[in-house]
């Protein structure tokens, strides 16, 4: 079959897959210590994403104790954000483990449960990550996206000292929970319309788009503001239903890049995806299926949607990320 116009925007995660034991951080080696994923999928900008301003990463933890050995403190030059999220798909609000993470030159400390994102400024100094304590049997998920179109970091030395009484870093650590959209299949419209970007019927919109039988069950969606002002949104959502994702609308588009990822959660086996997405690429229409995990790379100003579950074995997961700070989005009939 010939290529055709957009398959290169379309790629498995595995082109990302790492099994790797130890690798370097600038000049400093370090080895995976027993809290960290035994398989990870690291997709780089500029080698996997079409050399868009973005790399992320996609794995799930199951083991205790902290990510990496030797790489106690490090630092990028640009922001980080760092997800941890459920595998339970009936409560988007249940993580299912405790995790500590350290923070600042000073290395404060912090610990959660429940699904959050960590937003890391560029320069700002975190690590180590440790899995405190595993509450589910399906352990739990976490992707990581970086603002930039390769991965950098260098490598810092613990502090002599023990960290302040006082801690500054606290309102980096965002619940995921104060960004529901979606809960139980039920609409909240209320943060699109805080945004002035209301597009779903009964918010005021013309376009009268609604969501479809195919869309989430529980989905979780940061904007900028909720991430101390980054260019960038992302969301985070549990599908378990087949049909179209949305009505009365066609595709759209952005200003801005933007990549659609699509995992499964199966936790013994990171390539399984459990179902089949098509969704139309291009003003041709380009039609592609999806059938395991998978990144779709929309650049700026390329029309794509409508999305359908066409059929479904298991739940999956769909996330997205987005290079603005707005969900900015033209629909098209």
């Known amino acids: ?101 350290c923070l600042g030159e000073e290395m404060e400390t912090y610990t959660f449960d429940e699904p959050t994102v960590i937003v890391i400024p560029a320069g700002l100094p975190h690590g180590p990550v440790t899995t405190k304590r595993i509450f589910s049997n399906k352990g739990f998920g976490f992707y990581l996206a970086s603002l930039n179109s390769t991965f950098q970091a260098e490598h810092l030395e613990r502090p002599k000292k023990d960290a302040p009484s006082e801690r500054v870093h606290a309102h980096l650590i965002k619940p995921l929970k104060s960004g529901l959209v979606i809960e139980r299949g ?34 979780t969606w940061m904007f900028g503001k909720d991430l101390e002002g980054l260019n960038v949104n992302m969301d985070w959502g549990f599908f378990s239903k087949s049909g179209l994702w949305h009505r009365g609308v066609g595709g759209h588009v952005h200003p801005t890049d933007e990549v659609l990822v699509f995992v499964g959660t199966d936790p013994t086996n990171i390539g399984f995806l459990g179902a089949e997405i098509e969704i139309d690429m291009g003003k041709e229409h380009e039609r592609h299926l999806i059938n395991r995990p998978s990144v779709v790379i929309c650049p700026a100003g390329l029309e794509h949607a409508p999305i359908v579950t066409r059929w479904i074995d298991r739940p999956f997961v769909f996330f997205s990320i987005n290079l603005s700070g707005k969900p900015n989005m033209t629909f098209i009939d």
Not at 45 to 59: A, K, P, Q, V
Not at 189 to 201: K, W
């Open 1 to 101: 079959m010939a290529e055709r116009l957009y398959d290169h925007l379309i790629k498995p995660l595995s082109v990302g897959r790492s099994t790797r034991k130890s690798a370097e951080l600038g000049q400093v080696p370090f080895t995976l210590a027993p809290g960290m994923m035994s398989e990870t999928l690291e997709l780089d900008g500029e080698e996997h994403l079409e050399g868009m301003n973005l790399s992320f990463t996609w794995g799930v933890h199951s083991g205790l104790g902290e990510w990496y050995t030797a790489r106690d403190l490090h630092v990028h030059p640009y922001p980080e954000c760092h997800m941890f999220v459920g595998l339970d798909t009936a409560n988007v609000k249940y993580l299912g483990a405790q995790i500590e993470c």
């Open 186 to 219: 039920k609409f909240n419209p209320t943060r699109f319309t805080e945004e002035g970007i209301a597009r779903h019927r009964g918010t005021g919109d013309s376009n009268g788009m609604t969501l479809g039988p195919g869309n989430a069950d529980h989905l």
